[in-house]
């Protein structure tokens, strides 16, 4: 499975950016995607999350203002972000895993796969 991210740049505080995310190879069966993100010397965290069974979560620190949503049929991940404040700059990153379970999977050692990240910057 290789997973190919684009969209990222560098953006003012209020703006909106959309991030993408490309699914190829053995792409069957995978049904977990997933943004993290990691803040120049931090973690790497989770920021939204698509299930099996089509449901979404998010942080608490994006809720609101980001969208996660797939169009199938270009077997594509989005992220959308709206409202974008300083604090969301960060290396950018969509993960996917299968599962038989529809829903939960959040911590980033349960995504076996990985891009290889995007920039996103947001200045004051």
């Known amino acids: 499975v290789q997973l190919v991210e684009s969209g990222g740049g560098s953006v003012r505080t209020g703006e909106s950016l959309r991030l993408s995310c490309e699914v190829s190879g053995y792409s069957v069966g995978i049904n977990f995607l997933a943004w993290f993100r990691r803040p120049q010397g931090q973690e790497r965290e989770g920021v939204a999350f698509l299930d099996s069974d089509g449901s979404t979560s998010y942080a608490d620190s994006v809720k609101g203002r980001f969208t996660i949503s797939k169009d199938k049929a270009k077997n594509t991940l989005y992220l959308q972000m709206n409202s974008l404040k300083p604090e969301d700059t960060a290396m950018y990153y969509c993960?996917?895993?299968?599962?038989?379970?529809?829903?939960?999977?959040?911590?980033?050692?349960?995504?076996?796969?990985w891009g290889q990240g995007t920039q996103v910057t947001v200045s004051s």
């Open positions: 993960a996917a895993d299968r599962y038989t379970i529809r829903r939960g999977v959040r911590r980033r050692y349960e995504y076996r796969y």
